[in-house]
C-alpha cells in the first residue's frame, strides 16, 4: 500500500493540521510506504515573500519529523523537487472538464476571503490530482476539507484511463471522524488564514493567550452550562483520557466551574501533550544537517517513483 498527503507552508502549523492530517499520517507510516511532502509549488498561490516559503518550508520539515515522522520508515521531500508534478498537471488539465472546477469548494471559499483570482488558483485541483497520481498512490490522509479535492482527482484518474487506456490507480481518502475538523478557538474551522489557530509549537505565553481568548457563551460562573456545543470540550476531547473528558463533561453540567478555569485546564493538557515533540524539536534544531539530509534522499526516492509512473503516462498519451 502507498500512502500520500502534502501540507503547504503557507504559514506555521497548527493543531487542525496535527490532529486532521499529521498525526493520521504519522500512525499510517507503519502501514505502507509513506511519502509526505511539504507543498511548496501549491503554497505560491498565496504566498508572495520568496524568502518566507523557503522558512515556512524548512519549519513544516522540522515540524513534522518533531512530531514523529520518521525518515527511516516514511519519505518526506519537498513538492518542487520533483517537477515532473507539473508537467502532469498540464496533461491532466487538457481532459479536465471546467464544470468540475467551477464546483470546487475551497476554490469557491478563498475567492470569498479576498484571495486573488488567479488561474493557478483555479488549477489548483489539478496539481493535487497530478500530485496524488504521480506515485501510484493508494491512500490519501487529510482533513474533510480536502474530501472533494481527492474525489476530484479519483475524476481525472478516470476521465485519463477512459481516454488512452488504464494508467492511473484510483486512491481513497482518509479521514479520522473524530478530528475530521477541528474548531479554532472562535468555533469555525481551525485555519491559518482564518487567524483562530492554536499553534503546535507556539510560544508557550501566545498559546495560554489563545486558550483563554476561546469564545464562550455568557453563562454566569454558577449556571450549569451545555458541554456538547462548547469549543473547549472539542479541543479537550483531543488531549484528555476518556475518563478526564467524563469528568469536564460532568463539571460543565453541574455548574459552579467557569469556563475560565476549563480553559485552564485545556491549556495545561495541550502543553503536556506536546511537551516531549517539542523536546525532540529541539534536538533536530541542534543537528545543522538533519533536516538537509531528510529531504535530499526524500526527493530521490519520490523523484525515482514519479519518473517511472511519468514515462507510463508520457508513452499512454503520445509524447517521446
Ligand atoms: P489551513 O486551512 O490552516 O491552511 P491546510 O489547508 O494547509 O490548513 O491543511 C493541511 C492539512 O491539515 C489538510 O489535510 C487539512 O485537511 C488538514 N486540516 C487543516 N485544518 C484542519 C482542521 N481545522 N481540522 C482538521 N484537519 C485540518
Ligand atoms: N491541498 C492540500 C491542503 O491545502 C495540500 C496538498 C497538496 C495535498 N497536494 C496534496 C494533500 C496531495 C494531499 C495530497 O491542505
Not at 8 to 18: A, C
Not at 114 to 119: D, L, M
Request: glycine share 6%; hydrophobic share 40%; charged share 30%.
Amino acid at each position: 500500500m502507498r500512502i500520500l498527503s502534502g501540507i503547504q507552508p503557507s504559514g506555521v502549523l497548527h493543531i487542525g493540521n496535527y490532529f486532521g492530517m499529521m498525526r493520521p499520517a504519522i500512525a499510517l507510516q507503519a502501514e505502507g510506504e509513506a511519502l509526505y511532502f511539504i507543498a511548496d509549488y501549491h503554497a505560491l498561490t498565496s504566498v508572495r515573500d520568496p524568502e518566507a516559503l523557503r522558512t515556512n518550508s524548512r519549519r513544516v520539515a522540522l515540524d513534522f519529523l518533531a512530531c514523529g515522522l520518521d525518515p527511516e520508515r516514511a519519505t518526506l521531500f519537498r513538492h518542487s523537487d520533483v517537477p515532473q508534478v507539473t508537467e502532469l498537471a498540464w496533461i491532466l488539465s487538457t481532459v479536465a472538464p471546467m464544470g468540475l472546477l467551477e464546483r470546487a469548494h475551497s476554490y469557491k471559499d478563498k475567492l470569498a476571503r479576498g484571495v486573488a483570482a488567479t488561474v493557478g488558483l483555479f488549477n489548483y485541483p489539478v496539481l493535487m490530482a497530478a500530485d496524488i497520481l504521480i506515485y501510484d498512490s493508494d491512500v490519501v490522509p487529510v482533513g474533510k476539507d480536502q474530501k472533494q479535492h481527492i474525489e476530484m482527482t479519483r475524476d481525472l484518474a478516470v476521465k485519463m484511463n477512459e481516454t488512452f487506456g488504464q494508467i492511473f490507480k484510483l486512491p481513497e481518502a482518509r479521514i479520522q471522524p473524530a478530528t475530521e475538523t477541528v474548531p479554532g478557538i472562535d468555533g469555525q474551522k481551525m485555519s491559518k488564514s482564518y487567524g483562530n489557530n492554536i499553534d503546535i509549537f507556539g510560544d508557550e505565553k501566545e498559546t495560554r493567550k489563545r486558550v483563554m481568548s476561546i469564545v464562550t457563551d455568557s453563562t454566569p460562573v454558577e449556571a450549569p452550562k451545555d458541554p456538547e456545543r462548547s469549543t473547549i470540550v472539542q479541543l479537550y476531547s483531543l488531549f484528555a483520557s476518556k475518563d478526564e473528558l467524563a469528568n469536564m463533561k460532568e463539571q460543565f453540567k453541574k455548574g459552579g466551574t467557569g469556563y475560565g478555569d476549563f480553559k485552564k485546564e485545556l491549556f495545561e493538557k495541550l502543553r503536556e501533550y506536546f511537551a516531549p515533540m517539542r523536546k525532540r524539536r529541539e534536538e533536530i534544531l541542534r543537528d545543522k544537517s538533519y533536516i538537509n539530509n531528510v529531504l535530499t534522499k526524500g526527493a530521490k526516492r519520490a523523484n525515482e517513483i514519479a519518473e517511472q509512473v511519468m514515462q507510463r503516462v508520457r508513452k499512454a498519451v503520445g509524447l517521446r
